[in-house]
C-alpha cells in the first residue's frame, strides 16, 4: 500500500509503525502537490488533503489545526462528535466553548487535548495536522519567549511522549516550510521526527508533464519538447509546471525556450523570497580579454561538466586578485559557456530571530533542486561571516556552518558549483578553503604583457562603445610603465568619450586617445595592491595559472610580506 506514495510518506509510515514516534514536522516543500502512483497513472494531492483522506483515512477521526482558522475537521461525522463531547464538557464545568470555539494556539490545545483523551479511551484512532507551526512555536531565545509560545510548545512536547497518546492510534504532524523557523527545542526533541519533502525531480516533472498534458494538446501550446521542459524547470514544484501549462492554454502563450526561461527565473527568485539573483549572460570566456592559462584551466572543467564528468569537476573555486582584475566578469563568462544557471546570492540575513536561519534553508534547498547550477558569492569575506562570530546570539556562526556543512556535501559535485570571489582570500576562514569546498584557488592579476595589455584594451574599447577614427593603441598601454586593470581601462576610455563629446566630436582621434592615457592615472593604493596582489600569490593553488615573475618567488617570503603589508595598512 504504502510503495505507491513518495520517499518521505513512506519513511513517514515506517516510523509510526515501529510505535516508538507518534509526532512528525513535515517540512519542505509543503505547499506543492503530492504525487500519488495508482498502476501506470498517478494522482496528484494538496498536502493536507494527502494526509487526511490517503495517508490517515482509515483513522476514525483526523483533526486540523492552524492559528487562522482554528480548530476544523476532515468530516462532518468527525465534527458532530466533537461538538457532542463539547456540549458534554460545557455542561460539566460551565464553559462555553460549543458556542465559540477558541483559536489562540494554549485555548485550542486545551481544547483539543480533553476531546483526544476521552476519544482514546474509546480506542479510536485520531491524527491531529498543525499547519503553519512555526507560528505557533516559532524559533525563539528561551529568554525571550513569550508565555503563549512556552505554553504551546509544553503542550506538543507532552503530547510527544503521553504513555496514553504513545500506547493509542495517535498522531500529531505539523507543517512549516522551514526547520529552522520552528522552536529548537521541539526539533531536538527526541521523541519527535522531522522528514523533508523534497522539490520534484526531473523524472516526477517529466511524469506530471505527461499525464497533464495529452500529446497533441502539448504540442499545440509548446516548442519545448517534454523531457527538455522536465529538464528545464529544475527548482520548480507540480503547481509552479501548472501554472505555466495552464497560462499557454488560457492565454494561448505557447511556450518557447526564451520564455520558459524567463518565467522559470521570475518564479524561483519570487519563490527564494528574491534572495536569489539569476545572473544572465550571452558571454563567453572568449570574451574575457588576457588570463590564458586560467581559461583554458576553466574550459577544461567545462568540457567534464558537458560529457558528465561529474566525479571530477571541483567541489568550488575561490577565485582572488587585486580589485578591478574582472573576478565577477570572469565567472559570469564561465557560466554563459558551460550553459547552466547562474545565480547570486543577495542578502538573505534579517534583524529578526530566526528568520536569517529559515532564509538559507530555503535557499540551499531550492539550489538542490535547481542542479545543475553555478553560485556565485561576490565580497565572500565578508558575506559569508565564519564560525568564530559573535554579538549576534549566534546567528553568524549557524549560518556559516549551514553554508560550510552544505558545500562540503560530496553528492553535490558537479551538480552545484561554489565560485567564492574576493580580493582578500586571507580574511577568509579556512573552513570554507579547504579541499572538499573551495578547493581550486585562482588567481587573476592586471595584464603583465604587451599582448594581454593590447587585448584587454580592445575589450574595453567594444564594452564602452567609443568610436575612433582609426585602430590606434595608446603610447602608455603600448609602455607598459602603468599597470591597468580592466576597470581601470574602461574608465579611462569612457574619459576619452568624454572628451570627444566635449570637443563636439564623433570619433575619437588616436590624439584625444594619447592625451587622455597619458593624463590619467589608476587610483594608487599600493600597499594595498601589493597585499591584495600577494595574498592572491600564495592562495593560487596551481603554479602553472601565475604569472611567469610569481612563479619562482620565495613562499616564506611572500608571508613575511604579507604580514609587513598588514602591520603598515592597520
Not at 512 to 527: A, R, S, W
Request: with cysteine.
Amino acid at each position: 500500500m504504502i510503495e505507491k506514495y513518495p520517499h518521505w510518506a513512506q519513511e513517514l509510515a515506517k516510523k509510526y509503525l515501529s510505535r516508538t514516534l507518534n509526532q512528525f514536522v513535515i517540512h519542505g516543500n509543503v505547499n506543492d502537490l503530492v504525487s500519488i502512483k495508482d498502476e501506470d497513472k498517478h494522482r496528484y494531492l494538496r498536502l493536507k488533503t494527502f494526509m487526511a483522506e490517503e495517508f490517515f483515512g482509515a483513522r476514525d477521526i483526523v483533526l486540523f489545526y492552524d492559528r487562522a482558522s482554528g480548530i476544523y475537521f476532515r468530516d462532518q461525522d468527525s465534527q458532530r462528535d466533537f461538538n457532542r463531547a463539547l456540549a458534554g464538557r460545557d455542561s460539566l464545568i460551565g464553559t462555553e466553548y460549543a458556542k465559540k470555539l477558541p483559536k489562540d494556539p494554549v485555548g485550542a490545545f486545551n481544547v483539543l487535548e480533553q476531546y483526544i483523551r476521552s476519544r482514546l479511551d474509546q480506542k479510536k484512532s485520531i491524527a491531529l495536522i498543525v499547519d503553519f507551526a512555526e507560528t505557533i512555536v516559532p524559533v525563539n531565545e528561551a529568554g525571550s519567549t513569550g508565555s503563549e509560545d512556552r505554553n504551546a510548545l509544553v503542550y506538543l512536547l507532552k503530547w510527544a511522549h503521553d504513555p496514553l497518546f504513545l500506547a493509542a492510534d495517535f498522531t500529531t504532524v505539523l507543517f512549516t516550510e522551514n526547520l529552522s523557523d520552528l522552536n529548537r527545542t521541539l526539533v531536538q526533541n527526541p521523541y519527535s521526527s522531522e522528514l523533508k519533502i523534497p522539490l520534484p525531480n526531473e523524472s516526477d516533472r517529466l511524469s506530471y508533464i505527461a499525464q497533464e498534458c495529452h500529446p497533441d494538446t502539448y504540442e499545440e501550446i509548446s516548442e519545448v519538447p517534454k523531457p527538455v521542459m522536465a529538464q528545464m524547470t529544475a527548482g520548480l514544484g507540480f503547481l509552479k509546471l501548472k501554472s505555466i501549462l495552464q497560462n499557454a492554454v488560457q492565454n494561448s502563450e505557447k511556450i518557447t525556450f526564451d520564455s520558459l526561461t524567463a518565467i522559470k527565473k521570475e518564479m524561483i527568485e519570487a519563490e527564494a523570497y528574491g534572495l536569489l539573483e539569476f545572473v544572465t549572460t550571452d558571454a563567453t570566456l572568449d570574451n574575457v580579454a588576457g588570463h590564458k592559462n586560467v581559461k583554458k584551466h576553466l574550459r577544461h572543467a567545462v568540457e567534464a561538466l558537458k560529457s558528465g564528468r561529474h566525479d571530477v569537476i571541483p567541489m568550488g573555486y575561490l577565485v582572488c586578485g587585486p580589485v578591478g582584475t574582472g573576478k565577477t566578469y570572469m565567472v559570469t563568462c564561465f557560466s554563459g559557456e558551460v550553459g547552466i544557471p547562474m545565480v547570486k546570492l543577495k542578502n538573505f540575513r534579517s534583524q529578526w530571530q530566526g528568520v536569517t536561519e529559515g532564509n538559507l534553508e530555503k535557499i540551499l534547498s531550492l539550489l538542490k533542486a535547481m542542479s545543475p547550477v553555478a553560485v556565485m558569492i561576490d565580497e565572500a569575506d565578508a558575506y559569508l561571516g565564519d564560525r568564530a562570530a559573535s554579538g549576534d546570539s549566534g546567528v553568524s556562526s549557524r549560518v556559516f556552518s549551514q553554508i560550510a556543512t552544505f558545500m562540503s556535501d560530496t553528492r553535490n559535485r558537479g551538480r552545484i558549483l561554489w565560485f567564492l570571489m574576493t580580493a582578500r582570500p586571507d580574511l577568509m576562514p579556512i573552513d570554507l578553503k579547504r579541499q572538499g569546498r573551495a578547493e581550486e584557488h585562482i588567481a587573476l592579476f592586471p595584464p603583465e604583457t604587451e599582448e594581454e595589455r593590447i587585448e584587454l584594451f580592445d575589450a574595453m574599447k567594444k564594452k564602452t562603445g567609443i568610436k575612433v577614427t582609426e585602430n590606434h593603441i595608446p603610447k602608455t598601454v603600448l609602455k607598459g610603465n602603468t599597470h591597468y586593470s580592466g576597470a581601470d581601462m574602461e574608465a579611462a576610455l569612457t574619459r576619452a568619450k568624454f572628451k570627444t563629446a566635449s570637443e563636439d566630436l564623433e570619433e575619437t582621434t588616436p590624439q584625444i586617445l594619447d592625451q587622455v592615457f597619458e593624463d590619467f592615472l589608476p587610483p594608487t593604493y599600493p600597499e594595498e595592491v601589493e597585499l591584495q596582489t600577494l595574498t592572491a600569490v600564495s592562495e593560487c593553488t596551481s603554479k602553472a595559472l601565475l604569472p611567469e615573475r610569481f612563479r619562482k618567488l620565495d613562499r616564506n617570503k611572500i608571508l613575511t610580506r604579507i604580514q609587513e603589508l598588514k602591520q603598515t595598512i592597520r
